[in-house]
């Protein structure tokens, strides 16, 4: 036959199955589907019995047409089914598979012939069928009935699509041999999907039911109405045998004595029946395989090599053992120092290329988020002046005095350089949570030893927390060492000769900086109108005057410039639908910033790009919204408050000694607040993670308990163990199939022009376009002594001129056959069969 059989492929891919179930996994062959594809009563689900060798479809009331049935062979030792719907209770008696089946069609569809395209799956393991998955489909219908829907005919053939437009899915083609082949339903859909008959096989039912007189010869030898891999003939139980429980066995035999003794049959009766039909699907299951198994063996000799080096370490591992854990417990503990310090220091092996995290996200803290955080605690500048004046007045008492005073000026400095320690305090308390949030990334490695992570996560932190109270400690003492003496004598420190002048100076040196790009960046607008478009992102770019974006990064095409001035910033809520994170500015004269819009909302990806913008902003003169917590009482007082000119000279004094000196507090803040906790907790923390952490695991208790490896890490270690093993033998099994099956090759293409094409229509056949093609009582084949008709071959076999078929033996003549010949001209070369 070409193929050595089903029996030689069974217990080959048993042992690959095997192997693969020894440690879970699935054997991933991509074994193709059989669909069995056919109109109503053309023996389906006959075939279908058949092929399992069970009796177990529903009978008599089209129940099954219903639904599709996904049939799953699966090759086992012992004989049951189950059912998707019903995991884990096994069915050992067939009659109450078909029972199920049944009320599981009535569940979903009801019993007055509805239909759904809702599958029913059925698995049945079985020790002699091959591992494979076979659909019985509804059979296609024309007229509604019950409860079926008007278009019942369209629903019926897009389930059947959904099945049959797969690559790896062989369709067997059912149509009865007392029926009108050239009009099959089952070639035409089979043609929409399959149109050069790669995977189609014709099956015809029926033989045994045609007129008197009448035979299907010239179809199954395929030569009339010719398929690329032509025809096989079936004899199914009748449904007198079905009524009468006749074995499937008996069937058999009595299908294959029929094909014996028909007359016109007997000559190709090794080459019809079910067990052909097996045998042909075997092979076309073989050849799958042998397509499948070079991709299946690289991708296992790629899962093997990956699992050499660590299967190498755990073969003759010894969890027990203590020279190996006190080892191992070293190891670890460098390993999470060498993390550690590379990522605070930048230096890593794996580079994170989805958030910042460990130095990174602590430099980011120091230059832009502190800086923010000093810039929003400055008051509002109306407020400032008011308290400059309300200290003038308060220290001149009952006098008027002549000079302005320093005293209010050292007032206003305290309090505003008290403000700091909230910053300062913040500053520290985000680079404890990141230093926190690096010990615990860094003891990910450790997760195979939970007592060990969970010691040293603990060790760590406590002494982070330690360092903690410390850094803020000293933080504080900076901030009292700048209370202690205001230093006029700075050389930084404008003096108040020069505060009257500091205004003129302000704006000559920002005028010259105005060209000077701040930052670069995409950013949405998030408050256009639908109307214009919706929210859009375009390319922005801050320099120190404008504000200004582009259609794209090119900076070809600019949308819009901003002025600065008069702008704020201030937070927007993160709406219900959207994944963005919103910021505005706005125009402190309640002017409209962006054409007929009072604000301009910009959204980002995530919060820390919107605090990073901010940052630019600031840098640029934008500042964020002061709100003021008491507003009835300021606002009274303010308008109450009235200055005379000589005392809003002084107020203006103070206010640029103010500024000048709280410059310079600012910018000596700025620069120790990074080396100070640098020293105190960073580098400590390093240095404490280097020199003491193993003397202090070593102190905490029993070091073995502390390498007791995780429930998790022993299955892994089996695991590994297993699936290199499972993969070696796989490897050795596909050696086996590779060498143990042969390759039957495919049949050459046939004219099938005189199937319907794709568009539902029919093609005229090569001859006689109105010659009936219905096998009736009037039409004969040829008589078997006569010579061959001049355009049709003599008859050398049942698959178009098949080389190993048989000399067909006389008849007596018959009358010449009224259907004209539909099959191409001879092949000058023989062809294997299909």
Wanted: hydrophobic residues 35%.
């Amino acid at each position: 036959m070409g193929n050595r059989g089903m029996e030689d492929l069974i217990p080959l891919v048993n042992k690959l199955q095997d192997a693969f179930s020894s440690i879970g996994q699935a054997c991933n062959l991509d074994l193709p589907q059989i669909a069995v594809v056919g109109g109503q009563s053309a023996g389906k689900s006959s075939v279908l019995e058949n092929f399992v060798g069970r009796d177990f479809l529903p009978r008599g009331s089209g129940i099954v047409t219903r639904r599709p049935l996904v049939l799953q062979l699966i090759s086992a030792t012992a004989e049951w089914a189950e059912f998707l719907h019903c995991k884990g209770k096994k069915f050992t008696d067939f009659d109450e598979v078909r029972q199920e089946i049944e009320g599981e069609t009535d569940r979903v569809t009801g019993a007055n012939k509805g239909i759904s395209p809702v599958p029913i799956n059925l698995r049945v393991y079985s020790p002699h069928v091959l591992n494979l998955t076979l659909i019985d489909l509804p059979g296609i219908t024309k007229v509604p009935v019950g409860d079926q829907p008007a278009d019942i005919e369209q629903q019926i053939r897009d389930m059947i699509m959904q099945f049959i437009t797969r690559e790896s899915c062989l369709i067997l083609a059912v149509t009865p041999a007392n029926s009108d082949l050239a009009n099959s339903d089952a070639l035409k859909l089979a043609k929409d999907v399959d149109p050069q008959g790669l995977r189609t096989i014709g099956v015809i039912t029926k033989l045994d039911l045609m007129d008197e007189g009448t035979d299907a010869r010239e179809i199954l030898e395929n030569k009339l109405l010719p398929l690329r891999r032509g025809y096989i003939g079936v004899v199914n139980r009748s449904q007198k045998d079905i009524d009468g429980k006749k074995d499937i066995k008996a069937a058999l035999e009595a299908e294959r004595k029929f094909f014996l003794s028909h007359s016109s049959y007997r000559h190709m009766a090794e080459k019809m029946g079910t067990p052909r039909l097996q045998r042909v699907l075997n092979e076309q299951l073989t050849n799958h395989i042998r397509d499948t198994l070079p991709a299946f063996r690289s991708k296992l000799q790629s899962q093997l090599l990956a699992l050499d080096k660590e299967a190498e370490e755990y073969r003759g591992y010894r969890p027990d053992d203590p020279s190996r854990k006190t080892k191992q417990l070293l190891q670890m503990v460098q390993q999470f120092s060498v993390d550690f310090e590379k990522r605070i220091e930048g230096s890593g092996d794996q580079v994170d290329t989805v958030e910042l995290s460990g130095g990174a996200k602590i430099n980011r803290i120091f230059h832009e988020r502190f800086p923010f955080e000093l810039v929003k605690m400055e008051c509002d500048e109306k407020e400032m002046r008011r308290e400059i004046s309300y200290a003038i007045k308060n220290i001149h008492g009952i006098r008027t005095g002549l000079f302005t005073p320093d005293m209010a000026f050292e007032a206003i400095v305290k309090k505003q350089v008290i403000k700091l320690k909230g910053p300062c305090v913040k500053c520290v308390d985000m680079v404890i949570q990141e230093l926190i949030n690096t010990v615990r990334q860094c003891s990910n490695k450790l997760e195979c030893f939970p007592m060990l992570r969970e010691e040293t996560e603990r060790i760590v932190t406590c002494h982070i927390r330690d360092r903690e109270s410390r850094a803020k400690d000293q933080v504080l003492l900076l901030i009292d060492i700048q209370l202690s003496y205001i230093n006029t004598n700075h050389e930084d420190f404008i003096g108040f000769a020069n505060a009257q002048q500091r205004s003129s100076q302000t704006n000559k040196s920002q005028s010259s900086a105005g060209n000077q790009v701040i930052r670069k960046g995409w950013l949405t607008i998030n408050n256009i109108s639908i109307m214009k478009g919706g929210a859009k992102e375009y390319w922005f770019v801050l320099t120190a005057e404008s504000f200004s974006w582009f259609k794209d990064d090119e900076e070809k095409e600019k949308k819009y410039m901003l002025p600065l001035d008069n702008l704020k910033v201030r937070d927007v809520e993160k709406s219900f639908m959207s994944s963005k994170h919103i910021f505005c500015i706005f125009n402190t004269e309640s002017r409209n910033v962006y054409k007929d819009n009072r604000t301009l909302e910009l959204a980002c990806d995530s919060q820390e790009d919107v605090e990073s913008w901010k940052s630019s902003l600031l840098r640029a003169g934008v500042y964020p919204e002061k709100v003021m917590a008491v507003e009835s009482e300021t606002t009274t007082a303010q308008e109450n408050f009235s200055m005379d000119p000589q005392l809003e000279r002084k107020v203006e004094t103070i206010r640029n000694l103010v500024d000048s000196y709280m410059a310079i507090v600012n910018k000596c803040i700025r620069d120790l607040m990074p080396k100070t906790i640098m020293h105190l907790m960073i580098n400590n923390v390093k240095d404490f993670i280097n020199a003491e952490l193993l003397a202090q695991l070593y102190s905490a208790g029993d070091q073995n308990a502390l390498m007791d490896e995780s429930q998790e890490q022993a299955q892994r270690r089996d695991e590994v163990l297993r699936t290199h093993q499972a993969l070696k033998e796989a490897l050795a099994i596909i050696g086996d199939i590779s060498t143990s099956t042969i390759t039957v090759p495919m049949p050459p293409p046939v004219d099938n022009s005189w199937v319907g094409g794709p568009g539902g229509g029919r093609r005229s056949p090569p001859s006689s376009p109105t010659a009936p093609r219905r096998m009736s009582s009037g039409q004969r084949p040829a008589p078997r002594g006569a010579p061959p008709p001049p355009n049709r071959p003599g008859p050398l076999g049942p698959f178009n001129n098949s080389a190993d078929s048989p000399q067909a033996p006389s008849r007596p003549n018959r009358a010449p056959p009224s259907i004209p010949s539909r099959r191409p001209p001879p092949s000058p070369t023989r062809q294997a069969p299909p």
